[in-house]
């Protein structure tokens, strides 16, 4: 009978819930409960009769005992007590977290002494804030005071007035002050059913009463189902929200792990999906450690003073698996001989991770030792055993980290051998001993990456490659790829890393590395790929900042010495992706940093920036923004043909509508002065081919040097050639011409020398002949020093320098003595009777031919850098410097040329002039004279059409630039022809073309035919006796 009873004998939980009118002195249309909790231990045949036990505990006739639950059912047992739930409750958040297995309905098991209970499956808990008036700030400001107690006592009183109306009303507790006593915090338990509405209401009542603004949490409104097992690595999970009712707002996700709080977006891992007006479902595809913690699901109500946030939380408890860097020390070992023995110690390093790693090894003769652990990581370390008897082979080691699940990841470790007499790097601070054809591995200190150091085959250490990455940079690009995967907001996420990227690169000093320049480079390319908008104001303003701050010309040699496995240079990455940041951002206006300036203009009929003085405009496109953006300093990096160099900055130029039909100018200010005859060429960058491209872009030509014209939209810039045009057949017809000048020079002068005595008669025809055989002279030494320089390139520059010199003295000598030949002229013409003697006349022809020139040859080499290159004469032709007009070397031989074709074209009119004039008085006594002056006339009039005319060409060609078309290489054709044979000229026009002199050759040839036969006839007379 005993044994019976203790059977039916169980522990039965129930709740109170005791009515009362005046318990919390409510106004009397209202109702205030208050719920109480009794622990009975009754027989089971009793439980029917609770309510008729319980009535004599209730005296009071105004309260009733009202609505009986049983909330847990419990037995005893030798294990203690098993419980379970009654229907419509459920264990509280309590006593899940603290046992996985009392979550929901189960049946527990607990110490015979616990107390633990079931709640309504409608139990709300809530925790709030209230921030009182300047009434009650000051006497809450003693907390031993009287007046403290009374303000606190009649606090309470008026919350537990106004809350105890709210059906399932159990307790409230006031749990404290802050910020000067301004601030209550207090607690509040429900234990039934209770609608949102009727929550806000009832604290609306409280808020006007007080007066005070009210901010409450609750727990129960809301409930979040999470995994009851744990989830493993990398696999999909999915969380469920549920609200008791429509609470007529957006549910939000949050999880909070030991660095922060994160809110939870949908992105490239998390999704977030609203299911209904009262379900939402976080799904995450790829679970890491990155959202191992604490999740929150919360629907926020706001009205007038008061905001209630409705919330549920359960942790998500991730089995990890670790990255792994291995090492070993000593890395190699080094055999003396074959009885040397080493021991190896082995190490894996990971991570500091709460997942209870179960680390194996595989290899043979393995020790495992102690772990050790610091502040970052954990160090998992085995021995082994090493000796050099052969046959010697690396030896293979493994370490294997298993998680919770079962799932394994391991570090392999090679430990090789450095062979007796094989050859190899001997240690050098850091590095050690590695053999010869591999390559030392350290890990960085103080910060990210490791450092590279190869041993040659012949056993030398090479050039350290050090790809240590500053912490701060790192930690960027680390966060730059998870900006999208739903954990945090990514304008938010975007933001931080820009923020993080930019206070970085403002000290180039500590990233003036290929390496971390290459990792910045790579945070731009990672933003790239993954943003679609760049909307926040502030992350703009970082992204032009940090960008702007890798264009420093302190970072130069960073950018160019990439290792070798690099294939793509960082130029290109960060030009393709700083170019769509820029489109997909939030710009407008004038943007400047020191290298990067963006200009944005929105004008449907034609747009116009301006970026470091670089003009762009835009017709014919179909609206939208239009950005350009100029890059300073970045046309250094960038690859370019080798015969081509980079000329500009670079521009590029977007717009977010369609750029089917557009036309762009651009007016690009030189970086260095276009060289004569040396063409640019307008081209945009191809991401496709890696190149820069000239498809539909067209140059302005010298008429108009910076400007482009484009029919599509890229990154543009002016490619200079690093070598001037060439006019086909130019040197070919040079040579020619000069050689047959030269030759026909040449016949000049020995016809002169053979006719001399027959032709100088006068002193007239003694100054023709005189100045004849000198400007020929004169020409042939310069043709042949011009012949002698014909290929600029094949001379060295101090032969370039003489011949220049020679050249420029010589013709203009050729000039002067024409110019003595017209100006004696025209003194003969005008004074008739006035005679020079020769003497003087070679004088004054000496004087002005030789001494003249000879002065401005002399003159403008001192004053152009002692005759240095590119100021007196360039090496490109070896001859005279033209910069522009009046400009340059080149016009102290135009000007003086000039002015004296002026001058003998002036003589020539005077003296034909005057002939005509004079011819019918002119004496018999004086025709000599007169045909003489004929003669000289004519060589005048022949000869500085020739000289004149020529030389005009050849000031055309200095003016004219091969750029420009045809016409300049008409008109260097026709120089060429000209000067090259003016040799040929004088030898038909001054020689063979005067009849005095012809004659005279005549004469002499005919004197040695009759001498040649009258020899003839006297030899034959005398073999005939």
Known sequence: MHAKKTRNMMWTFIFLSILSLNVCQ???????????????????????????????????????????????????????????????????????????????????????????????????????????????????????????????????????????????????????????????????????????????????????????????ETAGFVRLYMPLTLVCYEKSVVLRCQSTEDLNVTPKWNL???????????????????????????????????????????????????????????????????????????????????????????????????????????????????????????VYTAEKIMTCSPPLKPAELQCIFKNRCNQTRSGKITINFINVGEKFCEAEGDWYDTKADFTAELKCKHSAGVRLRYCSEDGEWEKEDSRCVITELYSALQQATIVDIGLGFEDQNVADVLSIFENTTNNTENINTFTNVNVSVHVLSTLDDKLESLNNESSTDYLLESSSNLLERSLNKSWMSPPPDISLTLAETYLSSLERLIKIANITGNNRKPNIEVDTCSDEEECKNSVFNVNVSLKHRGGGIVKTTGFKQLESYLPYDGEKKLNSIIVSTTTNESTDEVEITIDFPLRAPRPRHVELECVAWNTTNRRWSSDRCKWARAANEGRCTCTHLSSFAILLSKHPINVPGATEMTCVGLSVSIISLTLSLLIELVVWGDVVKTNTLHLRHTAHVNISVCLLVGNCCFLASVEPRDLSRVWCKTFTVLKHFCYLSMFFWMLCLSTTLLHQTLYLFHQVSRTKYLRFSMIVGYVCPLLIVFVTFLTNNSGGESSYYRTETCWLVYIGLMKGSIFTFVIPVGIIVFVNIFSMLVVIMKLLYHQENIDKSREKEKTAAKTVLRTVVFLTPVFGVTWIFGLAVLIVDLTSGTIAFIVNYVFIFMNAFQGLFILLTTCLGDRTTRDALLKRFKKKAVASTSNNIVKSASNVK
């Open 26 to 216: 409510a106004a009397a249309q209202e109702n205030s409960t208050q719920k109480y909790y009794v622990k009975l231990k009754i027989d089971k045949n009793a439980i029917g009769n609770i309510t008729e036990l319980l009535r004599p505990f209730v005296d009071d006739t105004n309260l009733s005992v009202d609505d009986l639950k049983m909330t847990t059912e419990c037995k005893e047992d030798s294990a203690g007590v098993k419980c379970s739930c009654k229907p419509n409750h459920r264990w509280s958040d309590d006593v899940c977290w603290s046992n996985k297995t009392c979550c929901g309905d189960s049946e527990c098991t607990f110490p015979t002494n616990s107390d633990q209970m079931c709640v309504s499956v409608h139990s709300v808990a809530v925790s709030g804030s209230l921030t009182l008036g300047q009434n009650h700030s000051n006497c809450l400001r003693e907390s031993t005071s009287e007046e403290y107690k009374k303000c606190n006592d009649t606090l309470f009183i008026e919350m537990k007035r106004v809350y105890s109306t709210i059906r399932g009303f159990v307790t409230l507790t006031i749990t404290g002050y802050r910020i000067g006593s301004i601030i209550a915090d207090f607690k509040m338990n429900i234990d039934d059913r209770v609608y949102s509405n009727d929550l806000i209401e009832t604290t609306l009542k409280l808020s006007e009463f007080l007066p005070a603004t009210l901010n409450l």
């Open 256 to 378: 909070k792990r030991p660095d922060r709080i994160f809110d939870i977006t949908s992105g490239t891992i998390a999704d977030v999906a609203i299911l209904g007006k009262r379900e939402t479902n976080l799904t995450i595809r790829e679970v890491s450690e990155l959202w191992e913690g604490n999740y929150t699901c919360t629907y926020e109500q706001q009205r007038s003073l008061v905001t209630i946030v409705h919330k549920a939380t359960g942790i998500l408890d991730v089995s990890l698996l670790p990255n792994i860097y291995t090492s070993t020390q000593p890395p190699f070992v080094r055999c003396e001989s074959e009885r040397t023995v080493v021991k190896v110690t082995a190490k894996c390093e990971i991570s500091k991770s709460s997942e209870p790693y179960e680390v194996t090894w595989t290899g043979d003769g393995i020790l495992q030792k102690p772990l050790y652990k610091s502040q970052e990581t954990i």
